[in-house]
């Protein structure tokens, strides 16, 4: 074949043959900045998306008519209160204050012919503040933060027809943190005004809107994705492409940079409907708003700041499906349920439907370094038995993400009130060592286990940013057992949980996983609970961390706010005693009606003030005077309980002035022998080990006094017992010598009951930290002369003043009681304070001839062993820590306990124990801490180790006997009932182990004569003992009482029956493990 033309083999190509013009490479950094401009302010705002958000804005009369009512003072009046008041014309642009006011403002609404048939309309109300919208019926409808967040309310279509409509604006003058007067901790600003901004009807363009998320998004995979990746590359140039394609000055090219961005996001990114793509999710996002109870605002405050709060989540799940928002604190949704029944109705549907999930199952997010182990077993109580009671269910997780520091007996705690799982994430902010783990086994002092997960983002109030979801798998600890983890979302405090712009977001970061990769699977649409069923079913394969999650930060709140401290102490103990005597009283007389409803009062006021802004001590003054407040209303229950008890006792509250008449009411379940004071110089020995104890005199000589106080020279003091000899010197003990095991406890040289000063300036948290440094600033004190008290024939006392200050002072009483036989003798330091100092920590210290690497600390239902020296980072970082009733240095054969009445402050440091007593941040309280205080501590020396002579000295040191007169008020004969309460009607017998405790003794929650129906009433009377294993060992016992039982179980903390227990002949056994914290129902017949 010749002639003809070869067809060109392979496929046709347009590739040109020759170049038709230079293409350069994008220039990275100039390429990425110019992101910016499309959507920055300043000089392109008026050329850029900016300019096209809204279509048209109208203001002003005739559109937005304003009117105001200024509640008086720092009132907070209801909406009908409120509403019934005259309202007078205002305008945008005026002013509102001051700081902690409440402004109520009419709000007329007309939209324009030229607004009504726009896509979105919407009302902007930014006055910088917070405010809540009502109907003109009284429902509050949704919250505004102010200061360009979350100031849009969307008007119902109804609003479009060309009528007026009224709503209302409750405006509180405070931004979402109070009303800081400088940096945000600093004490409030008492003067703050607010400018109402904007208040206009704004019809805004949705595209506008969208695309600004997009490009948000896709600016950022293109800022953060790796540089070495091609979908950061793809990122960039999708954003130049789209920056390209927009024009200013034509709306329609809006939907053309969308189209470009779907290249990079899916097509879905517009609704829920991105979540289906069916692809294995590993982030998963939950709403969250974290509520402080109280912080930098009153708690009268927080009530209006859960309204406008969870509002808002009732709202944003009407349009967004893909919404579950989680919130804790059973004392909130209580507030809601009383004060804004509406909405409270509203959660309560939305609960229904499986979308508003109730969590944490405690009463509030409470400290849980310092409340007694009964405190966290009713924070837990009260928690859950209120959710169960309003929501038909309990919680699962138990969730703490702000609390500082996590006592070693929660895992236990929170299994036994029905939750095996954990969420905190505050361990994040240790500032010298890095926790190792995200999703792990967190193992309690007994062995009890929870899953725990700390979200690897590291915040519970995620922005829901691309790099939220990114640090979700890059900062994951965990990767080796599992990859998932939550992603806890939504604007905290005022800020009123997530947005909506958090929620296109994450619909944006779920289109780019899918579309492009890279960015971790976010996905919404479950619950926490989903999320740890998945854990849960390889949760044993998970590391595990036994012990404490000790917090290495604000290890200052173990002390700042003293009397917030010394007053939960006595709400804890006081309640102890009462719960005990109001059963026995209940059971001895059936007239005598348990007083459930003042319990449940007193208790809810002190789980609240339990609270971690309050019991820590790092919340603004109000708030200190809000709780002072509800201290003081416990105590004044305490007593009308008191008084109805006494008289079913038979017994008069008026204290002894005889041996005869005298009665002591003991609520400790041991065997007591004590000296008491009857008068000025008559004491009585009570013995027994009942509620009410006898008392005999005390039988002393002349010539051989029990204790004695000797001048030995001058200035110097030696008191003596037949246990011990004191030598004081200028208010410090120079010897303590142990007579019975003849041994000296203080090193040569040393001084102990020694004042201790610190400059105490931390890096910033000032309530709240006390920083490794303050230790290097170490100064003694020097007191003046000491000087005989009081001498008694069986007790001796010194007395000593120390100067801190020209404006600070101690006195301090330092007393030898005489020795029991069969006791440990202990001394007694009594220390009145006056205290007016700035950025100081003041301590005692007690160097002791006692060596170990390790001292105990109490803690909830049982013992914490911490390092005594310094040998890595982890355990400098234990350089103050929390300690509860004592602190022990033992060694092999003897140690010395320290006790208190009312510290949680402490530090062993070599052989030097040290007791924190007061310190003086000026942020967030100016006041913290100023003006008298008055401290208890004990020095027990004791042969052995640490045992139940310290754990029971502590409770008897925490609960001295009070003196009563057994004859009845007006009576001329002893009271008749009291023979019958020298016997305790139910005790552990004498052959128990001393380790175990009988702690708390009360009446079962819904017995018939006890129930407040919250939850159905179970027939009959039972009570309710809790036993714990105090000393770490397997402990057996036997439980005797002289009640007409006819049933025992052992049930949870919830009073769930668990396992029968065999009784027989008023008595049952208990045999518990290490740390075991047990609790036995008592049916009655
Ligand atoms: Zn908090």
């Known amino acids: 074949m010749g002639g003809e033309t070869r067809a060109q083999r392979g496929p046709k190509s347009d590739y040109a043959l020759q170049a038709p013009r230079p293409v350069g490479q994008m220039i990275t950094n100039i390429y990425k900045d110019r992101i910016n401009q499309l959507t920055a302010g300043g000089q392109y705002a008026g050329h850029n998306l900016n300019a096209l958000m809204n279509e048209a804005v109208v203001s002003g009369q005739p559109h937005v008519q304003l009117s105001v009512w200024h509640a008086p003072d720092q009132t907070r009046p209801s909406f009908k209160e409120a509403t019934s008041h005259e309202f ?46 009502w109907n003109e019926h009284g429902h509050p409808l949704q919250g505004l933060t102010g200061g360009n967040e979350r100031v849009e309310w969307v008007l119902p279509d109804s609003f479009r027809n060309g009528e007026e409509h009224l709503i209302y604006i409750e405006m509180a003058c405070n931004g979402m943190f109070g009303n800081p007067g400088g940096d945000t901790i600093q004490p409030p600003d008492p003067n703050r005004y607010f400018r109402l901004d904007r208040a206009e009807i704004v019809a ?26 091609w979908e950061q590359h793809k990122a960039l140039k999708t954003c130049n492409q789209i920056v390209e394609a927009f024009d200013v000055n034509n709306r329609d090219s809006l ?147 702000d609390t500082f520091g996590y006592s070693s007996q929660l895992p236990q705690l929170c299994r036994l009130a029905g939750m095996s799982r954990f969420l905190t994430q505050k361990l994040s902010w240790n500032n010298i060592n890095r926790f190792p783990h995200t999703t792990f086994n967190w193992v309690a002092l007994d062995g009890t286990q929870v899953i725990c997960h700390m979200p690897p983002s590291e915040t519970y109030t995620a922005e829901a940013h691309f790099g939220d979801v990114k640090r979700s798998m890059s900062q994951h600890k965990s990767l080796d057992q599992d990859h998932t983890s939550l992603l806890v979302f939504g604007k905290g405090d005022g800020g009123g949980g997530p947005t909506w712009q958090q929620l296109e977001k994450l619909r944006r970061c779920r ?96 789980l609240l003030c339990q609270f971690h802004d309050c019991l820590p001590g790092s919340s603004i003054e109000m708030a200190v005077h809000e709780s002072m407040e509800m201290y003081a209303e416990v105590f004044k229950i305490a007593e009308s309980i008191f008084k109805d008890i006494s008289e079913v006792f038979g017994v008069s509250q008026v204290r002894t002035t005889t041996v005869a008449d005298g009665i002591a009411l003991n609520t400790l379940p041991w065997h007591r022998k004590e000296v008491v004071d009857i008068s000025e110089n008559e004491a009585a020995v009570a013995c027994g080990n009942g509620p009410l104890l006898r008392l005999r005199t005390l039988k002393t000589s002349q010539d ?42 203080i090193p040569k040289g040393q001084k102990a009951n020694q004042y201790v000063i610190f400059d105490d300036k931390p890096l910033y948290w000032q309530a709240w930290d006390v920083e490794v440094y303050h230790l290097d600033t170490r100064k003694p004190l020097h007191s003046g002369e000491t000087k005989i008290h009081e001498i008694k024939k069986h007790s001796a006392s010194l007395i000593t003043h120390t100067k801190i200050s020209d404006k600070s002072s101690v006195k301090t009483i330092i007393t030898l009681g005489a020795a029991v036989e069969g006791q440990q003798s202990h001394i007694e330091v009594a220390a009145t304070v006056e205290w007016h100092e700035t950025m100081k920590f003041l301590k005692v210290e007690f160097p002791v001839d006692i060596r170990n690497t390790e001292a105990s600390y109490e803690t909830q239902f049982g013992i914490v062993r911490r390092p005594t020296h310094y040998n890595t980072s982890w ?48 942020a967030p309280d100016a006041h913290a801490d100023m003006g008298t205080h008055h401290i208890r501590w004990g020095i027990l020396p004791h042969q052995g180790g ?104 052992k049930v949870n903390l919830l009073e769930d029956e668990l396992d029968e227990v065999k009784f027989a002949d008023g008595e049952f056994a208990v045999d518990l493990r290490a740390f075991e914290v047990a609790t036995f129902k008592l049916q009655l017949a």
């Open 88 to 133: 007078k014309r205002t305008n945008a642009g005026e002013w509102f204050g001051p700081s902690w006011t409440t402004h109520w403002f009419k709000v007329v609404l007309k939209v324009p012919s030229h607004l009504r048939d726009k896509r979105l309309l919407e009302l902007h109300w930014d006055a910088n503040n917070e405010g809540l919208v």
């Open 204 to 229: 805004v363009d949705p595209d506008a809107r969208q695309l600004h998320i997009d490009y948000w998004i896709i600016g950022d995979a293109a800022r953060e994705f790796p540089q070495d990746s």
């Open 255 to 401: 939907k053309v940079c969308r189209k470009i961005a779907e290249g990079y996001l899916g097509s879905q990114v517009d609704s829920s409907a991105v979540y289906q793509s069916g692809k294995e999710p590993v982030v998963f996002g939950i709403g969250h708003c974290h509520i402080d109870s109280c912080w930098l605002w009153p708690f009268a405050e927080t009530k209006r700041k859960v309204a406008r709060s969870w509002s808002n989540q009732c709202g944003l799940m009407e349009r967004y499906p893909e919404l579950h928002f989680a919130c804790s604190q059973a004392q909130q949704y209580k507030w809601l349920k009383e004060l804004y029944p509406s909405v409270f109705d509203r959660v309560k549907r939305k609960v229904a439907e499986g979308r508003f999930h109730p969590i944490g199952g405690s009463w509030v997010e409470h400290d849980t370094n310092m409340p007694s182990g009964e405190s966290l077993v009713r924070q837990f109580l009260y928690g859950q038995r209120f959710y169960e009671s309003n929501f038909g269910s309990r919680c699962q997780t138990f969730w703490l993400p």
């Open 511 to 606: 289109g780019v996983s899918d579309t492009v990769g890279v960015l971790p699977r976010v996905h919404l649409g479950n619950s926490v609970d989903d999320f740890f069923d998945k854990l849960e079913r390889k949760a044993d394969s998970f590391v595990t961390w036994y012990g404490e999650l000790y917090f290495e930060l604000h290890r200052g709140t173990y002390t700042t706010q003293s009397n917030n401290k010394r007053n939960n102490r006595k709400s804890e103990i006081v309640l102890r005693d009462l719960e005990l005597l109001a059963t026995i009283a209940s059971i001895k007389d059936e007239s005598y009606k348990y007083p459930k409803k003042k319990f449940d009062t007193m208790w809810e006021m002190v």
């Open 704 to 745: 051989d006094p029990l204790v004695s106080a000797k001048q030995v020279s001058k200035g110097i003091f030696v008191l003596e017992n037949d246990q011990l000899r004191v030598r004081v010197e200028a208010g410090a003990i120079t010897s303590l010598y142990d007579r019975k095991a003849e041994r000296e406890l």
């Open 875 to 922: 355990d400098m970082a234990k350089f103050e820590v929390c300690s509860h009733r004592f602190a022990d240095l033992s060694e092999h054969g003897y140690g010395v306990s320290i006790l208190n009445d009312s510290k949680y402050g402490f530090a062993t440091a070599g052989n030097v124990m040290r007791l924190s007593l007061l310190r003086s941040p000026k």
């Open 946 to 1049: 640490l045992s139940h002579v310290t754990v029971r000295k502590a409770f008897e040191f925490n609960n001295p006997l009070k003196l009563l007169s057994s004859r009845a008020a007006g009576s001329s004969s002893p009271g008749s009932l009291v023979l019958d309460l020298a016997r305790p009607p139910v005790c552990l017998t004498q052959d128990s182990s001393p380790a175990l405790v009988l702690d708390t003794v009360k009446r079962g929650e819904d017995d018939e004569d006890v129930s407040r129906g919250e939850l159905p009433v179970k027939e009959g009377r039972s009570v309710v003992l809790r036993i714990y294993d105090s000393l770490g060992g397997r402990a057996r016992g036997t439980v005797a009482t002289t009640w007409d039982v006819t049933r025992v179980c």
